[in-house]
């Protein structure tokens, strides 16, 4: 599902890299925990297997498909048919509905358009129950819903359309340990329902029993990392 082979990032005006990993694998369905603490690289990591940022150095290939050969408009319809993605501040759009934030990515990717079916308001109803969001949020503005709430708006917004890959970055940061396991068990479901790998970036190593394999970022990557530029 992602191959990675001596990929370097370093943002513009540091000399050092940010990033630089010789080698990292994630296979079809498989659920990796990439853990780290704050500032060592995660969500620059995630940045550049989605395509927002790009290599300066190395491959990434995502199903085949070397992402840093492809120039900004391919990568980007590349990440809207490939990837799913829970951003930590899940950047959740205030002026739209709960529903019309789900189903956003169908509206840029044919490909999930078609995988989520004929009804895509029924699709994106069904996700948010599977993910335990109350009835009565259904037709709220996003603006009106707790952390907990948006935050099971944004994961069902990634798993809208089967993604083959999905990324989540810190998205239990802001829940008790109960509610936070909870929620992982219901992620873990949904990627099994729509066969999606999953990579889930956190900071909590308590949560890794969840996962198929765990990886410490720190120990691949090889860079050494100014925190203030992350």
């Known amino acids: 599902m992602l191959l990675i082979k001596d990929l370097r990032f370093r ?14 694998s994630l296979e079809a369905k498989e659920r990796v925990f990439l853990k ?3 500032g060592c690289g995660k969500s620059t990591l995630l940045g550049l297997i989605a395509g927002i940022n790009t290599a300066d150095q190395g491959s990434l290939h995502i199903q085949g498909t070397d992402l840093t050969a492809l120039k900004g408009a391919k990568r980007d319809a590349f990440r809207a048919d490939h990837l799913g993605y829970i951003f930590q501040q899940f950047n959740l759009l205030p002026y739209l509905s709960v529903i019309d934030n ?10 999930r358009k078609e995988k989520a079916g004929e009804n895509l308001q029924q699709e994106a109803e069904r996700l948010l ?8 949020c259904l037709n709220k503005p996003v603006t009106e819903l707790s952390i907990g709430q948006q935050q099971r708006v944004a994961a069902a917004r ?22 936070r396991n909870a929620f992982i068990s219901l992620l873990m479901n949904e990627c099994e329902n729509a066969g999606s790998s999953l990579l889930f970036v956190s900071h909590d190593s308590s949560l890794e029993s969840h996962f198929d394999r765990s ?3 720190p120990e691949l990557n090889r860079a050494a990392i100014p925190t203030e530029v992350l």
């Open 11 to 24: 943002w513009p005006g540091q000399e050092q890299w940010q990033i630089d990993i010789p080698d990292f």
């Open 36 to 38: 780290g603490a704050s």
């Open 102 to 111: 789900v189903t956003l990515p169908c509206r840029f990717s044919k490909a």
């Open 129 to 136: 129950r599977a993910l335990a969001l109350p009835e009565n």
């Open 158 to 179: 990634a798993l809208i359309g089967k993604p083959a890959l999905l990324l989540a970055d810190e998205p239990t940061s802001a829940l008790d340990a109960d509610t």
């Open 215 to 217: 990886i410490s970022l």
